[in-house]
T-cell receptor, first 115, second 118 residues
Framework: AQSVTQLDSHVSVSEGTPVLLRCNYSSSYSPSLFWYVQHPNKGLQLLLKYTSAATLVKGINGFEAEFKKSETSFHLTKPSAHMSDAAEYFCVVSPLNTGGFKTIFGAGTRLFVKA | GAVVSQHPSRVICKSGTSVKIECRSLDFQATTMFWYRQFPKQSLMLMATSNEGSKATYEQGVEKDKFLINHASLTLSTLTVTSAHPEDSSFYIC??????????????FGPGTRLTVL
């Protein structure tokens, strides 16, 4: 069985301060893990992905995430928030299983950035 | 990177009519496409998985006669909402995966289609 839990439905930070969006997962298979960002009325844009290589993954726009197997976590971070980072963020798990797979989306975390 | 387009981006229709949404992979062959539905301020809900040349696999609770999916080629899948009603109003997003790209299951998402049924 697989599941994804985004621990915060809303996160609010001030511009220039660090961002932490938390994600925990469970998966029967070795998972691929992804973070996507969605701006209002837009599709999803891939920020970064973990596919069993380096556990610290760097993505676009200064975001990074660390895969911690012992904690079953894949938290998204950014050292300094920008106003343009305000959006909805989804943590996604998908098994590394080419025999058929099901992608599971987290419920999403809305990031607010205050000036 | 891989690009997926959706058409139309926005559609308004009358109750009882049918609406077709197209999803195209522009620069790769998509052996598998997915259709999602997203309600306001909620996550994406997988509706169905579509493999080229075969019938779509629908998720539990999704009416296959209501949401017709056709994946006739490696670059095109269509979702037809038949006899649409106001409760079908939603944001529909497709995604596509290129299994030739390494099998890491990354999905490439279209920009979405906003359906409003009056």
């Amino acid at each position: 069985a697989q599941s994804v839990t985004q621990l915060d439905s809303h996160v609010s930070v001030s511009e220039g301060t660090p961002v932490l969006l938390r994600c925990n997962y469970s998966s029967s298979y070795s998972p691929s893990l992804f973070w996507y960002v969605q701006h209002p009325n837009k599709g999803l844009q891939l920020l970064l992905k973990y596919t069993s290589a380096a556990t610290l993954v760097k993505g676009i726009n200064g975001f990074e995430a660390e895969f911690k197997k012992s904690e079953t976590s894949f938290h998204l971070t950014k050292p300094s928030a920008h106003m343009s980072d305000a959006a909805e963020y989804f943590c996604v798990v998908s098994p590394l299983n080419t025999g058929g797979f099901k992608t599971i989306f987290g419920a999403g975390t809305r990031l607010f950035v205050k000036a | 990177g891989a690009v997926v387009s959706q058409h139309p981006s926005r559609v308004i229709c009358k109750s009882g009519t049918s609406v077709k949404i197209e999803c195209r992979s522009l620069d790769f062959q998509a052996t598998t496409m997915f259709w999602y539905r997203q309600f306001p301020k909620q996550s994406l809900m997988l509706m169905a998985t579509s493999n080229e040349g075969s019938k779509a696999t629908y998720e539990q609770g999704v009416e296959k006669d209501k949401f017709l999916i056709n994946h006739a080629s490696l670059t095109l899948s269509t979702l037809t909402v038949t006899s649409a009603h106001p409760e079908d109003s939603s944001f529909y997003i497709c995604s596509a995966t290129d299994l030739l790209a390494g099998g890491h299951n990354e999905q490439f998402f279209g920009p979405g289609t906003r359906l409003t049924v009056l």
